[in-house]
């Protein structure tokens, strides 16, 4: 096929559909040019574009017998600066890609689905990684991002179910949503040091995850961001201006499509943060750090476990100045009952064994003054939990 006969091919496309060609425009960080402003034409195997600035861009991959491909640096002697979306989408038997370092930009879905794709050399000057640009790669095992790049688009390397280790570089500021979803096998995540924000689901479902340090530069930290992740995982510290969505780091249950406090990662937060308020309404096992010369007029949380072999939960509440008594009551059948009464210098508590799935309401109070102050005890709810001094508790 000539030169002539693929471009009035894309007119005719272009005409089909409705009219004239697209202006340039803003898509997901990439500009999609109309056939007016390009040059198409074909270069061995590759569907390419030639742009006004002089770059090419390929576009499509021809050959679906091809197991190993390099794509050249230059054609026609102008250099290749984009692989685009969809290029290589769906080559199934393909093995290996060899990408040259003048590509600054990987499109939306480039690599998506090729399946037997087991390693795959990025280049050093990219830029951007677009949504799902290597989703579904199913037998790609590791992978080293570039120094340059600054994000790592949506889904991009979601259900490579083999890929145990990834390199990410601290020029990276954003990891966005589901970007490595079901990726079951990673188990070594370093987070760069630069990163602002962690998307929601962005690790959901990598079980073998056991540590992983949250950097101060952290803002953000989405819903079930590290949902599942929580098999080997004991504990984690998280930032105190970091604001964190639901469940974090909770387990997430596909049939039912929703999360669940994760039955041993303790949460080391700081009190009154984000994180804090997330693992407390959550109902997962915290520790708050800065919890030791806190004084409240009224008892605050500041240790929450749960055994969910036993059916126990233990408590830690933060002092009252001039307490004379510290007791935990459990709301049943709408009757405050006090379960345990402890001394002024002894603020934890841990409950005998409960019963399995079922909700209770506790409430902590102080004695002062010879009276216990239960004139404010109420319930008022922040995303399933509480704020205050009575909170929803489930025994697991």
Not at 149 to 162: A, P, R
Not at 212 to 236: H, M, N, Q, Y
Not at 274 to 295: E, T
Request: charged fraction near 20%.
């Amino acid at each position: 096929m000539n030169n002539k006969k693929i471009v009035a091919g894309l007119l005719a496309l272009t005409f089909a559909f409705g009219g004239a060609a697209l202006p340039n425009t803003v898509v997901n960080n990439s500009v999609v040019a109309s056939a007016s402003e390009s040059e198409y034409f074909s270069y061995g195997e590759f569907m390419c574009t030639m742009q006004e600035d002089g770059t090419v861009w390929v576009l499509e991959f021809m050959d679906p017998r091809a197991t190993e491909v390099e794509i050249p640096a230059e054609i026609n002697g102008a250099p290749v600066t984009r692989v685009g979306g969809m290029g290589f989408y769906n080559r199934k038997i393909m093995t290996s890609v060899v990408i040259p370092d003048s590509v600054t930009e990987i499109d939306m879905c480039a690599f998506h689905d090729c399946e037997s794709l087991e390693s795959i050399k990025l280049p050093e000057n990219l830029e951007y990684l677009d949504d799902g640009a290597f989703a579904g790669c199913l037998n790609l095992k590791s992978i080293t991002l570039p120094k340059k790049l600054k994000n790592i688009g949506y889904s991009v390397f979601e259900d490579c179910s083999s890929l145990e280790s990834v390199e990410i570089p601290d020029s990276v500021e954003v990891i966005n949503d589901c970007a490595f979803k079901n990726c079951h096998l990673l188990s070594g995540v370093t987070l760069p040091k630069n990163l602002v924000r962690i998307g929601d689901a962005a690790f959901r479902n990598c079980s073998l995850i056991k540590n992983v340090v949250i950097p101060d530069s952290v803002e953000e930290i989405g819903t079930g961001a590290f949902s599942g992740c929580s098999k080997d995982w004991r504990s984690v510290t998280i930032p105190k201006n970091v604001t964190v969505g639901y469940d974090a780091f909770g387990d997430y249950d596909e049939v039912s499509d929703s999360y669940k406090p994760s039955k041993q990662l303790m949460i080391n937060c700081y009190m009154d943060s984000s994180a804090y308020w997330s693992a407390l309404n959550s109902g997962s096992n915290f520790n708050v750090l800065d919890a030791d010369n806190i004084k409240t007029k009224y008892p605050e949380l500041i240790k929450e476990e749960y055994s969910s072999k036993y059916h126990q939960f233990r408590l830690k509440w933060t002092a009252v100045e001039g307490a004379e008594q510290y007791g935990i009551a459990v709301k049943i059948a709408g009757k405050w009952k006090v379960q345990a009464l402890t001394d002024a210098d002894v603020r934890t508590y841990t409950s005998p064994k409960l019963t399995a799935n079922k909700n209770y309401i506790v409430a902590i109070c102080a004695k002062i003054n010879g009276e216990w102050d239960t004139s404010n005890l109420h319930i008022s709810y922040y995303g399933g939990r509480s704020y205050g001094r009575t909170f929803p508790l489930t025994v697991r």
